[in-house]
């Protein structure tokens, strides 16, 4: 399998993880604040992510390099992005949000293009344009429960953070690993995390840890959260990042939102209707045209 075939197939199964993190959030977010949610997923990925160097699975070298770009990394995503998206989770159902998290797409391929010089062309933005088409119909056929203008506000503004983020991803993968990458954003985000659950909860905050994680339907959510959507899902992702320009991985974004609507509709009883079966259909062939035609031109 080509290089290039591998960042599809990562970014293909990153987004599908993702997808289902919305599931995950919203159960574990009925349980406890989105700070405690933020600071208990936090510290099993960075338990998980130290595991993976001491068993010498993964290899960790940051000795002389600087960490100031890395760093930001991690406060564009995770801190700004996962704050934004659980307060948005919080006030939407999650059919809107996996909704709303197509837009993303756009935000990169745009910033791409004025950042980095990765100017989709025009068949891909034609396609680009037919996954938001399939959006648009989703915040028709998918939804249910309430969905507030703040909680909209959140969801845009964590997804514009998280293009800012893909593009920085880009930029740095020429100096550090995948892992690398990965390991010092959630490092930042578990000592941001749990510094501001400590300041909110004025040393409560092992009480109401504990207290969530007294739920087992929180455990399970935690721990499929700070594992394998964050050290999985965020591993691959970044792999991807390093392979694919950036309208090429992040156009699997939209397959989340696939996943987010149909796990809504199973698990939490969203609405479904018709619309949304025209609509996936738009998003997936959206997928294939932008990397299609990618493909066709750069042979």
């Not at 809107?96 to 010089?117: D, E, I, N, W, Y």
Request: proline share 3%; hydrophobic share 55%.
């Amino acid at each position: 399998m080509s290089e290039e075939n591998r960042g599809m197939l990562a970014a293909a199964v990153a987004y599908t993880i993702f997808g289902l993190s919305y599931l995950f959030s919203k159960m574990a977010l009925d349980v406890a604040e989105p700070m405690i949610l933020l600071c208990a997923r936090f510290s099993v990925t960075l338990i998980a992510l130290n595991l993976l160097v001491a068993a010498r699975v993964l290899k960790l070298n940051l000795r002389g390099k600087r960490l100031g770009a890395p760093i930001l990394l991690g406060i564009l995503q995770p801190v700004l992005y996962f704050v934004l998206e659980n307060y948005g989770l919080k006030y939407t159902t999650t059919s809107f949000t996996g909704m709303v998290s197509s837009v993303s797409p756009v935000f990169t391929a745009v910033l791409g293009a004025v950042l980095l010089r990765e100017r989709p062309n025009a068949k891909q933005w034609l396609y680009i344009a037919v996954t938001i088409a399939g959006v648009l119909l989703v915040s028709m056929g998918a939804g249910g429960g309430q969905n507030t203008f703040l909680g909209c506000l959140c969801l845009l503004a964590a997804y514009f953070s998280g293009a800012f983020y893909v593009i920085l991803v880009r930029r740095l993968s020429k100096d550090y690993s995948p892992f690398e990458l990965t390991y010092v954003m959630f490092t930042v985000g578990f000592v941001f995390f749990a510094a501001l659950a400590v300041i909110q909860y004025r040393g409560g905050t092992l009480a109401a840890l504990g207290a969530a994680l007294s739920r087992p339907r929180f455990v399970a959510a935690t721990l499929y959260l700070g594992i394998l959507a964050s050290v999985g899902a965020y591993l691959l992702s970044n792999y991807s990042l390093s392979r694919l320009p950036v309208a090429r991985s992040t156009i699997f974004t939209s397959l989340s939102t696939v996943v987010s609507v149909l796990s809504g509709v199973v698990v939490m009883h969203d609405r479904f209707s018709w619309v949304s079966f025209v609509a996936f259909a738009l998003i997936l062939s959206g997928v294939w045209g932008v990397n299609h035609f990618a493909a066709r031109e750069a042979a």
